[in-house]
C-alpha cells in the first residue's frame, strides 16, 4: 500500500508565504515524477508544478516565478515554497507521484488527500 501524506496548508495573509510538504511511504519501488496540483471550486484538478526524477521542472504560469518546487529524493519527498501568495491562489491543494511498487510494473499516479490553503485579502 502506498500512501502520501501531506502537511502546511493553511491560513495566511495575501503576500505571505506557506510551504507544503508531502511524503510518500508505503510499498514503493521506485518513482518517477512529483508534483502538486490544485482544485478551485467547481473546477477540474489544475497543474502548479511537475519535478521530473532528473530534477526537470514545469510550472504553470500563474504561478512562475512565486512558486518553487523541490524534491528530496532520500524521503521520497516534494516540497511547493508559496511566496507572495494572492487571494486567487486560495484552493486545495494535491500532492501526488507516479509510482510502481514493483520492477516492470507500470507507473501509476497516486495522489494525497488535499490540503486546505486560503489566502485573506
Known amino acids: 500500500q502506498v500512501q502520501l501524506v501531506e502537511s502546511g496548508g493553511g491560513l495566511v495573509q495575501a503576500g505571505g508565504s506557506l510551504r507544503l510538504s508531502c511524503a510518500a511511504s508505503?510499498?514503493?519501488?521506485?518513482?518517477?515524477?512529483m508534483g502538486w496540483y490544485r482544485q478551485f471550486p467547481g473546477k477540474p484538478r489544475e497543474l502548479v508544478v511537475r519535478?521530473?526524477?532528473?530534477?526537470?521542472?514545469s510550472y504553470a504560469d500563474s504561478v512562475k516565478g512565486r512558486f518553487t518546487g523541490s524534491r528530496d529524493n532520500a524521503k521520497n519527498a516534494v516540497f511547493l515554497q508559496m511566496n507572495s501568495l494572492k487571494p486567487e491562489d486560495t484552493a486545495v491543494y494535491y500532492c501526488?507521484?507516479?509510482?510502481?511498487?514493483?520492477?516492470?510494473?507500470?507507473?501509476?499516479?497516486?495522489w494525497g488527500q488535499g490540503t486546505q490553503v486560503t489566502v485573506s485579502s
Open positions: 508505503g510499498s514503493i519501488g521506485s518513482i518517477r515524477s
Open positions: 501526488t507521484s507516479e509510482i510502481r511498487t514493483l520492477l516492470l510494473v507500470p507507473f501509476r499516479d497516486y
Open positions: 519535478i521530473t526524477n532528473d530534477g526537470t521542472t
